[in-house]
């Protein structure tokens, strides 16, 4: 009994801890719930658009201060994705689950230069392209076990997939068909054939800064 039952122990627990360690990682605010904030205030969508500005102004050399007097959304850690597309076309889309930078401002301009430079998908983006260039920000909330791969929807959810400890997470829209879903997650990951590897589904907030190139 202990054989047959000792697997269904070990993933329990596993979700178990990765629930626990993203709500630690995140910080003490539900970043799906920052979001929310930032996107239902003008005052804190008009201090994002200052955030993305010098965020952009960073990655094309400038030495550019966050601005002053940033709401205190913006001032804590938080894992965040930074989306940069044109038209429908997406030209990059960096981040992570857990923060990697003090304040969720910083985040995003580190992210935004990954995203414009870094993402090996796409050719790096070019100063001249920044014209009718749109900037989203996509955040995640606690991962939840996914039981049946057909309900996933490339086009609305957003999935983790993990093995040991390899990781890749999915945005919605990053692929079209199921089958694309999985194969790129695995390559994002570098699960390799044979390897074992776990679903999760992650809520997701997607928040488009009002932003226009300088």
């Known amino acids: 009994m202990r054989s047959l039952l000792f697997p269904y122990f070990v ?22 719930s920052r979001l929310r904030a930032i996107r239902s205030s ?15 102004r960073r990655a094309f050399g400038e030495a550019v ?26 030209r990059g889309c960096m981040g992570s689950l857990a923060p990697k930078k003090s304040s969720l401002a910083e ?15 796409h050719r790096p983006i070019l100063r001249e392209e920044l014209a009718g260039m749109k900037i989203y920000l996509s955040a995640t909330g606690a991962p ?7 309900s996933v929807s490339p086009a ?3 999935i983790l997939l993990k093995s040991g400890a390899k990781e890749a997470v999915v ?13 790129f997650a695995k390559a994002k990951a570098g699960v390799k054939k044979g390897e074992a590897f776990r679903l999760y589904r992650l809520p997701v907030e997607v928040v488009e800064a009002d932003w226009t190139a300088p």
């Open 107 to 121: 985040e995003i301009a580190a992210n935004l230069q990954l995203a414009f430079f870094r993402d090996l998908r």
């Open 171 to 183: 945005l919605p829209g990053e692929a079209r068909t199921q089958r694309y879903l999985l194969a």
């Open 11 to 32: 993933g329990f627990f596993s979700w178990i801890s990765l629930l626990l360690s993203s709500s630690l990682c995140l910080g003490q605010e539900d970043p799906l």
């Open 144 to 150: 939840l076990p996914i039981e049946r791969w057909g």
């Open 156 to 158: 609305r959810d957003a």
């Open 42 to 56: 003008p005052q804190l969508r008009a201090q994002l658009a200052a955030v993305v500005d010098v965020a952009v």
């Open 65 to 90: 201060a966050m601005p002053e007097g940033l709401d205190s959304v913006f001032l804590g850690p938080m894992g965040v994705f930074v989306t940069a597309k044109r038209g429908e076309e997406v």
